[in-house]
């Protein structure tokens, strides 16, 4: 497989963010991260949807020629992008599917890819399937963790069908396809490609709840044995305490600001010092932060409830990333409510961070959809121009460094001429070599047109020759056949 360009968005409550990354050759899921670009969202996406579709495409188009300048990839250009999708929609539904073969026959993958066929079948009330994760299998109703290469007359699985409302993919389309010109190359369950990426196997297998933090939502994977077994989007998030902030007085803004200067989700102490910010004691500011984010707290942990399980089975505990996981004493907290070992989420070990100037821990989801697209032979998401115009550019460039010569009527004659030039080199789609292949045709053609005159010129004239000659003969057999007549 060769190197190839692929480029990831995700749609946020509070960001979008784009990244652009090459594959690495013969190792599935490896990426080398170019660049990274953020572009902040204020009411144009609400709880991860799309609510103005106009103002996310300008975003978009922002980020694109972000990445289009960014070294090693300039000059080329992005034609087709991987979509994240997440928000508050999304959520998992299990079901279990089986097929009756009447006859013993062996599993192969074929099987169980019909048996994923067969669950896609489904229909889930206002919402659209966008991913199937297989959990466990049995075979004649024997738990089998690989049945490939089993024989069996009746195979079952236990799957989980991840499913949200239609209008997210809709308006995704309306961004990227009808306002960018864009060809999305596939969508990609940000979630779950965040469980490939931020947890590592032992994880999986032993149990695990993995919580992305966000502005309005707060999502949560929890994985058993290896595989997703619950998939839920809580709405709410760091914006909810950040709104509870201004009442206190002050702007929206402002209350952000206060957060992230001075917020802690651990209540202060009683007896400390006080301090003051903007006027405002940062006690008060602190006791309301820690209100909200044990209520967020309480939410997440009931999930595990909700998934038909206990604390004890999820031994690997909490991973947490998130824009919102970056509120001081947040991860403590969690620990401390639901008595669960809890670590910061980080990249794992297929990703290397090629360029500069953008923090990767703070892209960790946009970064786990590349990673998830580069699984499996991924498109090619960047074109180079053609030749002739990266020849153009570089004239181009030249000529705006020399001084300019003449008036201002040469020098407009000039550009008229450049345009005109452009014009030719946008119309010929083909390169040097078709030019020369066309061109000795032209000639060739002209030759044999000329020769084929000649011919047909040498030709007539042995015509008119003949036919003079015919006459001449016609008129001296006439004249002795007259004299012939006069003698008898």
């Not at 299990?94 to 192969?108: L, Q």
């Not at 007085?249 to 010092?273: F, H, Q, T």
């Amino acid at each position: 497989m060769e190197q190839k360009y692929i480029v990831a968005f995700e749609i946020g409550s509070a960001y979008i963010k784009g990244a652009i990354a090459t594959t690495v050759p013969g190792a599935p899921g490896r990426v080398n991260i170019l660049a990274v670009e953020t572009e902040p969202l204020i009411d144009k996406v609400r709880y991860g949807c799309v609510e103005n579709p106009g103002e996310v495409a300008t975003c978009v188009t922002s980020i694109c020629h972000k990445l289009q300048a960014a070294p090693g990839v300039q000059p080329r250009s992005i034609k087709e992008v991987y979509v994240g999708l997440s928000g508050r929609s999304l959520g998992s539904h299990p079901h279990e599917v089986t097929r009756d073969f009447h006859a013993e026959i062996e599993i192969t993958r074929r099987t169980i890819d019909d048996l994923m066929q067969q669950a896609a079948a489904r229909t889930i009330a206002d919402r659209e399937i966008v991913a199937i994760e297989p959990g466990s299998f049995s075979v004649d109703s024997q738990t089998a963790p690989d049945p490939v290469g089993m024989f069996g007359h009746i195979l079952s699985a236990q799957v989980s069908l991840v499913a949200c409302k239609p209008r997210m993919r809709n308006n995704i389309k309306r961004v990227f396809n009808e306002r960018c010109a864009l060809n999305i190359a596939g969508y990609v369950v940000t979630p779950l490609a965040m469980g490939t990426q931020l947890l590592t196997v032992e994880e999986r297998r032993l149990g695990v709840m993995l919580v992305d933090f966000g502005a309005e939502t707060t999502t949560v994977a929890i994985y058993r044995a290896g595989a997703l077994v619950y998939l839920a989007t809580i709405p709410m998030g760091s914006r909810n305490i950040t709104r509870d902030i201004t009442s206190l007085n002050c702007l929206e803004e402002r209350a952000e600001e206060i957060k992230k200067a001075v917020g802690n989700a651990m209540a202060p102490e009683s007896g400390s010092a006080p301090l003051v910010t903007d006027g405002l004691d940062n006690s008060e500011i602190n006791n309301i932060i820690a209100a909200r984010a044990d209520e967020i707290i309480s939410n997440i942990y009931e999930q595990i409830t909700y998934a038909e399980l206990k604390p004890q089975q999820l031994p690997a505990g909490i991973v947490v990333t998130g824009g919102g996981a970056n509120l001081r004493g947040f991860n403590e907290l969690l620990a401390k409510q639901t008595q669960m070992k809890t670590r910061a989420a980080s990249l794992g070990p297929g990703v290397t961070i090629v360029g500069h100037g953008f923090n990767a821990s703070n892209a960790l989801d946009v970064i786990s959809i590349l990673t998830e697209a580069a699984m499996t032979d991924p498109v090619e998401c960047t074109m180079m121009p053609p030749s002739s115009v990266v020849d153009r550019q570089a004239d181009d460039n030249n000529d705006s460094l020399s001084p300019m010569n003449g008036d201002d009527d040469e020098n407009s004659h000039r550009i008229g001429r450049m345009e005109d030039e452009e014009d030719n080199i946008l119309a010929d789609q083909g390169d040097d070599d078709e030019n020369e292949v066309t061109s000795k045709k032209g000639t060739k053609q002209k030759e044999e047109k000329k020769s084929t005159t000649k011919a047909e010129q040498a030709e007539k004239a042995d015509g008119t020759s003949k036919n003079f000659w015919k006459r001449l003969s016609q008129s001296i057999n006439d004249m002795m056949k007259d004299d012939s007549d006069f003698e008898s």
